[in-house]
C-alpha cells in the first residue's frame, strides 16, 4: 500500500513536500515515484527513485525545482517541490513497479490515491 500527504494549496513560487509511505514487505524494497494529473490531461511521470535512494531520475520540467529522495529506515519517499508554478498544479500520485519495468504509467503496478496540489498565480 502507497499513502501519500503532503498536498495543499500555495501561491505560485512556494514549496511543498510530498510524502508518500511504502507499507508492505514488497514494497519496500521496489523503486518509488511521481506521477502527476492535471484536468483533462494525461497523467505525466514527474520522478523516480530507487529502492535504496542511491539513483534518481526526473522529468525534463523538474530540473532544478523538484527533488525526489527516499528515507528507507521510514520506508518513505519524498518529493521536494520549490519554486511551484501554476501549471504545477494537479494531483499527485504515489507510484511502484517492481525494478526492471518500464516507469511509465500504463506499467505502474502499484498506485496510491493521489494527494492535491493546488497553485495559484
Known amino acids: 500500500q502507497l499513502t501519500e500527504s503532503g498536498g495543499g494549496s500555495v501561491q505560485a513560487g512556494n514549496s511543498l513536500r510530498l510524502s508518500c509511505v511504502a507499507s508492505g514487505s514488497t514494497l519496500i524494497m521496489l523503486p518509488m515515484g511521481w506521477f502527476r494529473q492535471a484536468p483533462g490531461k494525461e497523467r505525466e511521470f514527474v520522478a523516480r527513485?530507487?529502492?535504496?535512494?542511491?539513483?534518481?531520475y526526473g522529468a525534463d520540467f523538474v530540473e532544478g525545482r523538484f527533488t525526489i529522495s527516499r528515507d528507507r529506515a521510514r520506508n518513505t519517499a519524498y518529493l521536494q517541490m520549490n519554486n511551484l508554478k501554476p501549471e504545477d498544479a494537479g494531483v499527485y500520485y504515489c507510484a511502484s513497479s517492481p525494478e526492471g519495468r518500464r516507469f511509465v504509467s500504463d506499467d505502474i503496478e502499484y498506485w496510491g490515491r493521489g494527494t492535491q496540489v493546488t497553485v495559484s498565480s
Open positions: 527513485v530507487t529502492w535504496n535512494g542511491t539513483s534518481t
